[in-house]
Structures are given as structure tokens and as C-alpha cells.
């Protein structure tokens, strides 16, 4: 998850995101512009759209904080991107015998 601003309103999902060293604004999935700091992009939404009566400062919205790239972390999508593949260790062997039908195994009787 990448760092961003979020305010819900009557409009739609406002949302700043950071992209690299730039700002995207965007209303839901729809990006309006890139920007060099987030205030910009702030300052370009509520001019852009006045009528949703976005919060002045980005204080007021709410920060959802980029989530850290823990070496378990990039394991485990890793593990599930192998398993997403195909490779289910959950699923079960089958063992296939070459013995044929009429061959009994050396030294095994039918009668137990």
C-alpha cells in the first residue's frame, strides 16, 4: 500500500497518493492530476472542486501510512503468488503403482 490522504465526501472518494517523488490527486479511481508536494494536490482538488467542501489543511484528512517492506513481508507474497500459480501444497500425491493387477508383491499372501 502506497502513502496517501483520504476524505470521503458527497463527490466521491478524494484521495492524494504518493507516486515516487510526485502526488497523484485523484477523485475515486480517477486520477485529475500529479503534483510535486501533497498541498499542492490539495490546493489543485479544492479548486478543482469546491463544491465537495474539502478540509483546507491535510491534517484534517485522514493519512493512511505506506506499510513497511519487512523481508517477511516480501516472503509471504512471494509464497502466495507460487501458490496463486498452481503449486497447492495442500493438494493432495497421488502414487501411481507399476505393479500390474495380476502380479501379487514378493513375500505378501491374499490370505492376510
Known sequence: MMSQYVFPSSRGLFRIVRHG?????LIEAREVA???SAEAALDALRMAWPQAKLPPFLSEWRYLAEAPALPHARLNRA???FR????DSSATRLRH???TLSRPSRGV????
Do not use: L
Request: no cysteine.
Open 84 to 87: 496463486s500459480n498452481g503449486a
Open 34 to 36: 500529479r503534483h510535486d
Open 97 to 99: 503403482s507399476r505393479r
Open 79 to 81: 509464497t502466495t503468488t
Open 109 to 112: 499372501t491374499d490370505h492376510g
Open 21 to 25: 517523488h510526485r502526488w497523484r490527486s
